[in-house]
């Protein structure tokens, strides 16, 4: 029988080195995937802790993906657990990189519009 596992525990595996996600009601690790998968880390590691399902099927994986994720496949499910809210530090730390980035491109803006006014005076 293949170990069951709860949303709550899956979403304490969302780490880069220690990432499970669902797809279609089984459990998969992928820690070690993640830097080989052709679409790249980071998009399987959004997802990490959580159900990937929706995000798997619509990409439309090839076969070769599906035997890969076979071997990945640590249990299953417990549809009875509630799903939980995943939070990760990481994506804090990336959210203010991009506030930081376009806080940059206003300033530039107010800068221009400066340099703009005093050349044209
Ligand atoms: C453990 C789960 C996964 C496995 C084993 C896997 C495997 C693969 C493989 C083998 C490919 C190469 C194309 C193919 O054979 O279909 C691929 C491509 C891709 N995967 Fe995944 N994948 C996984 C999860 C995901 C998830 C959750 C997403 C989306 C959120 C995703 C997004 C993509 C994208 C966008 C590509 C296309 C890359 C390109 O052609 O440029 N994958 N994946």
């Known amino acids: 029988m293949s170990q069951v596992y709860s949303y709550q525990q899956i979403a304490e595996h969302n ?13 998969y ?19 990490a802790g959580q159900d990937a399902t929706e995000h798997f099927l619509d990409i439309g994986h090839s076969d070769d993906a599906l035997q ?3 071997k990945l ?19 804090v ?17 107010i800068c221009l519009c400066i340099a703009y006014y005093y050349l044209n005076e």
């Open 68 to 70: 890969i994720l076979r």
């Open 93 to 109: 730390t990336r959210d203010s990189n991009e506030n930081g980035g376009i806080l940059v491109a206003i300033l530039g803006f």
């Open 15 to 27: 780490k880069p080195d220690d990432a499970w996600i669902i797809i279609e009601g089984k459990v």
């Open 73 to 91: 496949r640590i249990g299953e499910l417990d549809k009875e657990s509630k799903p939980v809210e995943v939070v990760k530090p990481v994506n």
């Open 29 to 47: 690790d992928v820690s070690k995937f993640l830097d080989e998968h052709p679409g790249g880390d980071e998009i399987i590691f959004e997802l």
